[in-house]
């Protein structure tokens, strides 16, 4: 952590491969709610979370047997992918169906979802 905050007085930005890295060394500390702080920094900051942080981040619920939230961050993911996709292949109803199922779980689509939304619908 140390190391992040120096980047930041010398005016290095973190990337998606710093934000990663803490997020990992945070799981293996058994630190699951700093790596929730640092997560929606990163998606602040406006980085992408890519396929590595979101998997690290499943590990890091399951380390600490947090495994309802584990479960949930599995879903949104995965049901994120998969409501982009059927949008972008024309099929909104099953796209809408999706999303439902989503919100029925207490999840929320992202912005990325809202776009495709906005913009294939």
């Known amino acids: 952590m140390e190391l992040f905050k120096k980047m930041a007085v010398f005016g290095v930005r973190p990337d998606i ?4 890295s803490i997020i990992n060394g945070l799981c293996k500390d058994g630190l699951v709610d700093k790596t929730k ?3 929606l920094e990163m998606k602040s ?3 992408k979370p890519n396929v ?3 998997t690290t981040l ?3 619920c399951c380390f600490v047997r947090n495994l309802e939230r584990a479960k949930g961050l599995f879903f949104e993911i995965l049901d994120q992918a998969m409501i982009n996709e059927l949008y972008k292949k024309g099929k909104t109803e099953e796209a809408n169906e999706l999303l439902e199922l989503m919100s029925q779980r207490g999840l929320q689509p992202n912005v990325v979802t809202f776009n495709v ?3 294939f619908y």
């Open 45 to 47: 900051g406006g980085i």
């Open 37 to 39: 702080e640092m997560f």
């Open 58 to 60: 499943i590990y890091g």
């Open 117 to 119: 939304m906005t913009f």
């Open 17 to 20: 491969v710093s934000y990663g």
């Open 52 to 54: 590595v942080v979101c």
